[in-house]
């Protein structure tokens, strides 16, 4: 039988097919595994919030290197990519997730990976705050 710490495919059907039971009416509460089951599913909504929130930042981070080297041969394929990622998190994105956004976190984030040079060439200036809103960002095509 899969333990928790050492077979999680197993310990998850183990615990579904039990939690089914639970649900059909038997009394084997003793047999779930309580602790490690609330964990998982508090996972998942995390796991879900930081996939939106790295979407936001790849696509941020794209947006300023098309800014801030705007002549580069690579700023089609970056504005392409910011796109992309911005449909991504739109596609998985929830109102429950609007309050747990620190937009201005993942902004600044998304400065901190700008390289200091690109093809030899320093960043034009960008700005230091994100002005934008969280449906702005999600709306941009």
Excluded: C
């Excluded at 609330?38 to 290197?65: C, F, N, P």
């Excluded at 690579?74 to 998985?92: I, K, L, M, S, T």
């Amino acid at each position: 039988m899969g333990d928790y710490d050492t077979d999680t495919l197993t310990w998850s059907d183990r615990q579904a097919a039990l939690l089914r039971r639970v649900a059909a009416g038997e009394h084997i509460n003793d047999q779930v595994d309580w602790e490690n089951v609330i964990e998982e599913i508090e996972s998942v909504g995390r796991s879900d919030l930081h996939a939106i929130e790295s979407w936001l930042m790849r696509a941020l981070r794209h947006d300023l290197k098309a800014k801030a080297w705007p002549l580069s041969r690579e700023v089609p394929h970056w504005r392409a990519e910011a796109r992309g990622f911005r449909a991504q998190a739109r596609g998985r994105f929830t109102e429950s997730m609007r309050q747990r956004i620190d937009l201005a976190g993942i902004y600044r984030i998304a400065l901190a990976g700008l390289p200091d040079l690109l093809d030899g060439q320093p960043p034009q200036p960008v700005p230091q705050v994100y002005e934008a809103t969280l449906d702005e960002l999600l709306g941009e095509e």
